[in-house]
């Protein structure tokens, strides 16, 4: 037991006032255990960074390698301009996975999983890297994908930029939690439930010029109807990642 | 056409280099029609804000009051200590639509509607603002529940602290677009298409010490399982604001 809160420890980020949960800290963790498999459930994140004193908070699609970040942007972009000079950001990804509700309003919650992570962005740099991260991209949600497509022109690559850090501090936390009320409220007739809510994928909407009689590719295999997108993501990723 | 047009403007958001949108303008929204709808939409936003030049980024409740922003926060969260001072903040929400594949890498994407809006965040001030913004977040969602609740306890509005801000300027970005590619690429054998994502409301888990016999409230009738939260909450969000 001791080893395992050792080893625990040991696979944990650095904890200080950046990335300390003040609110609830029971919920909080530091852990790659537990920080890694929110984030690789997640297609979407949200990036926090500040430019001349103005926050901004830009969605985009990112991966994870290690405890390295990668994210798109486009070239033409505010923030990709600004942040390959080496710039603080926070990393947010969030599941909603429920809305709770209580005989009170002050014990009305909701249930979610969610990682606060803190490095320095920079850019992809060089042909090869780019090349690489658009690959990895492609088949961290579709795997084997890249090979199955047209490669990269170079001007798409030109076209293309990706963001990176490696993640210097995160802090994860989950709720999840039936209702619940104060003793004395049970007796407050209000019917009291908590609904699930799930990303769920739909089915597949093909391209109108599909090559006629082409099978379905083994890079969408887990694209099922009515599956979770969040599991699907985390199988997608496990083959791409291991 | 030059009435309505003149209508739209009117309508906007002014822009500038903070809202403007400049990765794809073509997909940029600034008029209240557009940013409006993918609000009313959401339960969770991320908002960014600055704190001695670090970024955060932080998933929370929020809603919406004409131009107004609210959102929850907990008086012992360093946010709210310290948004209250009245912080330049930009909150962000977005609502993943679908996962697109192409036939080459540069084609992929994915289509969403996104806001972002910014303003200056403080604190909702006084035991009656308060207790009203407690009232409002849980109508919100569950319309007329505020009124089926036992009420706030003083202790309680003393515990809860809620954010506004108004918004000062906004845009929306919408994509929606099927699965396309460069001509010659047709003549590549992936088979692709686009995958719709949707986040759905799943049968309700009744709390364990329901009363015997209580029905279920008018509350929740819009959350019946299989629905997207999407378009339940801009029914909800209706029914409490009009």
């Given at each position: 037991m001791a080893d395992l809160e050792a080893a625990e420890r040991t696979d944990a980020f650095p904890v200080d006032r950046r990335n300390r949960v003040k609110r609830r800290p029971d919920r909080g963790r530091y852990d790659r255990a537990s920080?890694?498999?929110i984030l690789d459930a997640a297609m979407v994140c949200h990036?926090?960074?500040v430019l001349d004193g103005q926050p901004y908070c830009t969605p985009t699609g990112f991966w994870r390698e290690g405890d390295t970040l990668y994210w798109h942007g486009s070239s033409a972009s505010r923030m990709i301009?600004?942040?390959g000079e080496g710039l603080p950001v926070c990393l947010t990804v969030t599941h909603l996975d429920a809305i709770v509700q209580a005989r009170c309003g002050f014990n009305?919650?909701?249930?979610y999983r969610s990682v606060m992570a803190y490095g320095t962005a920079r850019m992809v740099e060089g042909e090869e890297a780019k090349l690489r991260a658009m690959d990895a991209f492609m088949d961290r949600f579709f795997p084997g994908r890249s090979k199955?497509?047209?490669p990269a022109s170079r001007q798409e690559i030109k076209a293309t930029s990706f963001v990176w850090m490696d993640i210097e501090q995160a802090s994860g936390k989950i709720r999840d939690v039936p209702p619940h009320d104060d003793e004395d409220d049970y007796a407050v007739p209000a019917?009291?439930?908590m609904f699930p809510v799930r990303q769920i994928v739909g089915e597949p909407v093909e391209c109108e010029r599909q090559m006629?009689?082409?099978p379905r590719g083994s890079d969408t295999a887990e694209y099922q109807a009515g599956?979770?997108?969040d599991e699907i993501l985390t199988r997608t990723y496990r083959q791409t990642f291991g």
């Open positions: 920080i890694y498999p990036i926090a960074y301009e600004r942040q009305h919650s909701i249930n199955m497509v047209r019917w009291t439930a006629p009689g082409l599956q979770r997108l």
